[in-house]
Structures are given as C-alpha cells and as structure tokens.
C-alpha cells in the first residue's frame, strides 16, 4: 500500500521561508518520478516541481529561484524548500508520486496548507 505524508506547512510572513518534506512508504522515491502539486482557494491544482529517478529537478515558472525541490533516499523523503515566500503561495499542497512513462501522477498525499500572511 502507498501513501505519501505530507509535514511542514504553517502560516509565515512574506519574505520567509518554509520546508515540506513527503514521506513516502510502499514506493521508493528514487525510482519514481516525485512532484508537488499546491491548490489554492477557487484555483485549479498547479504544478510546482518534479524530481526525476535520475536526479533531473524541474521548477514551475512561478516558483523558480524561490523554490528548490530535492530527495533524501535515505529517509525515502521528497522535500520542498520554499525562501523568499509571497501570498500568493497560499494553497494546500500536495506530495505525488508516478511512474516514469505514464501520464497522471498515481499517488497523492492528503496535503498540507501552507498561508502566507502579514
């Protein structure tokens, strides 16, 4: 059975700086492609990141320079690093995992919200 975990999120002043991590049991995260997803309020799902099996990070527009998606094999870990975070980072977001090749992310976390707020 797969699940992914989510932890980290929390309410933070524009400008800081937060660290989700997404621990991953029944799939090991290096062989999987691994993502962050984050869903605001009234908003559509929107991609943030994806780190590939062979190590390859890729970063949404928005977030790049800000943000830094990386892994940890040893804890079976993915970890979002966020600096320099602005209100519209609002959302819940959301660890996936997928198999290299296939379309849709296969796996999902339950979320963690994450508010940006003076």
């Known amino acids: 059975q797969v699940q992914l975990v989510e932890s980290g999120g929390g309410l933070v002043q524009p400008g800081g700086s937060l660290r989700l991590s997404c621990v991953a049991s029944?799939?090991?995260?290096?062989?999987?492609?691994m993502g962050w997803f984050r869903q605001a309020p009234g908003k559509q799902r929107e991609w943030v990141a994806t780190?590939?099996?062979?190590?390859?990070?890729i970063h949404a527009d928005s977030v790049k320079g800000r943000f830094t998606i990386s892994r940890d094999n040893a804890k079976n870990t993915v970890v979002l690093q966020m600096n320099s975070l602005k209100p519209e980072d609002t959302a819940v977001y959301y660890c996936?995992?997928?198999?290299?090749?296939?379309?849709?992310?296969?796996?999902w976390g339950q979320g963690t919200q994450v508010t940006v707020s003076s």
């Open positions: 780190i590939h099996p062979g190590g390859t990070k």
């Open positions: 996936a995992s997928k198999l290299q090749g296939r379309v849709s992310y296969d796996y």
């Open positions: 029944g799939v090991t995260v290096s062989n999987f492609l």
